[in-house]
């Protein structure tokens, strides 16, 4: 098993620390699942993380000036990692200015991605710095758990309002009630709603847009709301997260049962799946 | 030609000499010929034009034009000590006025949060060398002393130890009441000037802020032996001095959480990495190393190859102060065991962290964690017997800057600290040797006082006249 990657453009380094920032906000805990053209943070669904699950793909190419891996065998041409996104971030953050970055798979005292930077310096000689950051090595026999998710037969497919604006209103709503309601329609209406004994709040949005997904949506009444009560900390969790304005973000709701948030910008998108509360 | 032999053989005058300061006239410069001359007996004497019309004796409306040329002789014999203190005020006065007085205040602001980093309590001395800031840890582990010299203040007043009891003043004030004075984004933009006075049992803090708001701060102190450790810089054999915000970046790499780093020096390189316990829990954390190439140090010397561990945390007031005004760092170490030492200096201040290191040798137990780490080092750190020390030594200052400090040892461990109403408790006192040295400490303070009467050197550079004996001093950096 073995990985080399290597960055030398200030902007994709940028980019990708941000990418790895975004993720750490998510959980503290991720699997890195790295195939010879992508790179994929994944979090599976389990009941520590309260049912959400996560699936991030980036496209190597982007990012990394030279990337060489080689998998467990011939046949599984892959790699799976369990990391702390946020040693990734921390070490990436202090490293913005590298003239070179590269990342390794490497064992020291325990199995560890090594990244190491050349830091330009007044003198002749640029200044060295090594961050190791442990990892666990996933066995072959618990790769199934983390497969690219299907996507769900959802009731109804919408366009997000700014990512700012939602994430604003969510965060002054966690302030009066822990579960929210989201419905939209087809027809491009959303509303956040939250109820308690003594208030009720709702926040509409028109205008939104449905993307054409194909024949599904004929099927459906145009202004029935599909709605889902969720958690209110797990939403705001993924929205604060968010650093950069995706170029489409997408919502696709299953009537009472799940949430699944799709962010996509240049070379890098971000699936979020929250299940519904009763 | 002036007539130096008669000017001599005036007598001094009963008027204070202001009205001619700024214009010595020394008895070696050529007078060209005016057409103001005065006899006096047979003695001709002549004066410039100009001396007649200066605006400083405008003041004095009734004064003849005789008497202020005599009042100009006077001036050119008069004490040149007395001269110089004019001239230094108006130096001061002048230079106050070109800085803004806001920026004192952020200084002293960041001084106390540096402090605060390390410690609970704050010490504040009022010396003739300056007021000197220090704290110390729980442990006893590290030190830090700010000295801001005159200089930095307008005014600095400290009534002379002839006045009282032959005791300076000492306090001990609780950091927690005197961080919150100090909130560093607001306090440059809204307080214009700062006053600080010790009186009985008060520390006094004035705030003039913006739109005539005046804060006034009473602080009751606890009566306190100075704290004060000595360390031996000059001794050390590695010394680094590294350009303002090269530590600074360094330990920018390290998380905030991390306690301790190691430094390693070779003749190569300066490496610095984390440091972990052994125990279960290191194999999960995050692993940092760096490395500096001795070029990029303004001074890089290396007299043994050491690994020290320290901790970080406490370092990292300093270093954010030095880096906030631009000032070099120095480092003073030598094997592991042996305490290191950080300083800062500039005209008008000088900063000083000292930190014990690890032993080499030692192997923690797993059960200790790093709560309070060095608390197993104070422990452990190794007494240097004091066999060397002479009888009274005189100690210049808690700098520790290597120019001016003597040859002196740290006992982190022996840091005299008082509890409560004043009765030194010694702490992890083996011997009393070391105790006897540490009250010998506070009379050389005092007397070191009365020796700094006489009045500074006019320049920024703050060369101390300090009474220093047989002891070597180290090569300046």
Redesign the interface.
């Known amino acids: 098993m073995k990985f080399r990657g290597k960055i030398i453009d200030v902007a994709c380094l940028n980019h990708f620390t941000r990418v790895i920032t975004t993720i750490s906000k998510l959980t503290k805990v991720s699997v890195l699942r790295l195939t010879p053209d992508n790179l994929f943070f994944i979090l599976s669904e389990k009941v520590a993380n309260g049912g959400v699950s996560m699936w991030c793909e980036l496209a190597q190419g982007n990012f990394f000036d030279e990337f060489q891996m080689e998998g467990v065998t011939a046949d599984d041409n892959e790699i799976c990692l369990e990391v702390a996104p946020e ?1 990734l971030s ?2 990436l953050k ?2 913005q200015n590298a003239k070179a970055l590269k990342i390794k798979l490497t064992k ?3 199995p ?1 991605l090594t990244i190491s930077a050349d830091l330009p ?5 640029s ?8 990892v666990d090595i996933i066995p072959r026999k618990l790769w199934h758990e983390f497969k690219e998710p299907h996507m769900p037969d959802f009731d109804v497919s919408i366009y997000l309002p700014p990512l700012k604006t939602i994430k604003n209103v969510v965060d002054r709503m966690k302030n009066l009630s822990n579960f929210l309601v989201l419905e939209a329609n087809m027809s491009g209406q959303m509303n956040l709603k939250i109820e308690t004994d003594l208030v009720s709040v709702t926040t509409h949005f028109k205008d939104l847009g449905n993307p054409p997904w194909g024949d599904e949506g004929s099927q459906r009444d145009c202004e029935a709301m599909a709605q889902a009560r969720l958690d209110i900390r797990k939403l705001q969790q993924f929205l604060t997260g968010q650093q950069v304005n995706p170029t489409k973000a997408l919502c696709n709701l299953v009537h009472h049962s799940l949430v699944h948030l799709i962010l996509l910008h240049e070379d890098v998108s971000l699936q979020y799946f929250i299940p519904a509360v009763a | 030609m002036v007539n130096t032999g008669a000017l001599s053989r005036l007598p001094s005058p009963a008027l204070p000499p202001h009205i001619c300061s700024g214009c010595e006239f020394g008895p070696h410069k050529r007078v060209r010929k005016y057409d103001i001359g005065i006899t006096s007996g047979n003695k001709q004497f002549y004066f410039p034009k100009y001396m007649t019309t200066a605006p400083f004796l405008e003041q004095h409306a009734s004064l003849a034009a005789g008497k202020r040329r005599y009042l100009h002789s006077i001036s050119s014999i008069y004490s040149t000590e007395q001269m110089r203190r004019q001239m230094k005020q108006h130096y001061l006065d002048v230079l106050h006025s070109c800085l803004q007085s806001g920026n004192c205040v952020k200084a002293f602001g960041r001084a106390v949060h540096a402090l605060a980093r390390l410690g609970d309590e704050l010490w504040l001395d009022p010396l003739a060398k300056g007021l000197a800031l220090r704290s110390v840890n729980s442990a006893h582990s590290a030190y830090s002393c700010f000295l801001f010299s005159p200089l930095f203040f307008h005014k600095y007043n400290l009534r002379s130890a002839t006045e009282k009891s032959a005791e300076a003043i000492k306090c001990k004030l609780l950091m927690k009441s005197i961080l919150p004075l100090f909130r560093l984004p607001s306090i440059e933009r809204t307080v214009e000037r700062f006053e600080i006075s010790i009186e009985e049992d008060l520390v006094k803090m004035k705030f003039f802020c913006k739109h005539g708001i005046v804060k006034t701060h009473n602080l009751r102190f606890q009566e306190s032996d100075a704290l004060q450790a000595v360390f031996s810089s000059h001794l050390c054999p590695n010394v680094l001095k590294a350009p303002a915000k090269l530590l600074s970046d360094m330990v ?2 390290f ?1 905030v959480s991390q306690e301790e780093i190691t430094l390693s020096i070779s003749a190569a390189k300066v490496s610095l990495r984390n440091y972990f316990e052994r125990g279960n829990g290191h ?11 001795p ?2 140090f303004h001074y890089f010397q290396v007299g043994v190859d050491s690994d020290i561990t320290f901790c970080l945390k406490e370092l990292r007031g300093l270093l954010t102060f030095a880096e906030s005004h631009c000032l070099p760092v120095s480092v003073y170490f030598g094997a592991a065991g042996k305490p290191v030492c950080f300083s800062i200096e500039d005209m008008v201040l000088e900063a000083t962290v000292v930190l014990a290191t690890l032993m080499e040798t030692e192997s923690r137990a797993p059960s200790q964690h790093t709560a309070t780490p060095l608390n197993t080092t104070t422990s452990r750190c190794e007494v240097e017997a004091p066999q060397d020390r002479s009888g009274v030594e005189q100690v210049a200052s808690s700098q520790g800057s290597p120019i001016l400090a003597p040859r002196l040892s740290l006992y982190p461990s022996q840091i005299d600290l008082p509890c409560g109403q004043g009765d030194p408790i010694r702490t992890h006192a083996p011997s009393p040797a070391p105790s006897l040295v540490c009250s010998l400490l506070f009379k050389a303070l005092s007397q070191a006082e009365d020796a700094a009467l006489d009045p500074k050197v006019l320049v920024g550079v703050s060369d101390e006249e300090d009474v220093m004996e047989e002891e070597p001093q180290s090569p300046p950096l």
């Open positions: 040693s921390r070490a202090t490293l020291k005292h325990c560890c310096t007044l003198s002749s000689v200044r060295v710095v090594t961050h190791d950051v442990p | 920018m790499h998380p194999m999960k954390l995050m692993h940092t190393e760096m490395s500096l190439h070029d990029e």
